[in-house]
């Protein structure tokens, strides 16, 4: 049975439709990315799958359970990162295993650790800069305990070096601690190194076009990027989207 399953979901708003029969699944432990132009419905098809909106149509399942409408059952880290000003980063990258009562503060530190913000475990969100605040929020979500974890571009803010680290340190974490995660990207080489399905989504309204099968072998090491297979894969991933910008 799929981890998770998106059945035909369309979604409107002010009578503009954003996605239309959107359809595709998710294995479990499968690592799967979403590309599509910007203002496609990307992060509008997250706000589904978390229950924080209501499709028009089509059904969201999760491990065959149908959760259109349900918060809570997904790791979710939204493309602003919303940490809570009051609480510490510390306090707050452990907020979503607290409410579902899995409270580990050694691998909440660890990880602050390896995400290099040990030295501000006790500071304030505000005291942190926009990249810092992501890498906070990002390991709160890997935290949290749900089977699927979904990203909205949760390394937008990052620069090329701290980016290319983070990714392989959530793909380290992913090897030892298997999830699903869906992950929403605008990054072409981003998605190809990570993932090992990329989706990809027509303009407005959004139905899923494409689908590639991303097949280097893991664990993957940053020069496969270099290889002549990857940039095969990144053409093909760019020509599809671009054949839909217009351009
Ligand atoms: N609550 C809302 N009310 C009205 N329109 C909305 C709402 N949420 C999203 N939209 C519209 O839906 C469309 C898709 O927005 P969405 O944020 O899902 O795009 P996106 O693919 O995530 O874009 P980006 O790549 O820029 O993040 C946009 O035209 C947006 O204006
Ligand atoms: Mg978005």
Redesign the pocket.
Known sequence: MPELAIDRLS?S??G?M??KDVTFHIEPDEFVSIL????????????LIGGI?QPDEGEISLDGERINGKKGSISYMP?SPALFPWRTILQNVLLGAEIAGKKDLPAAVAMLEKAGLKEYESAYPHQLSGGMQQRAAFIRSLLSPQPLICL??PFSALDEFTRSEMQQWLLSIWMEHRRSILF?T?NIEEALFLSDRIII?SD?P?NVKAEFDIPFPRPRDESIVLTEEFLTYKKAVYNELKADSGA
């Open positions: 979604k708003f002010d503009k954003v996605l599509g132009p910007s203002g496609s419905g990307k992060s509008t098809l997250f706000h909106s493309q909205d571009e929403i605008h989504l407005k959004a």
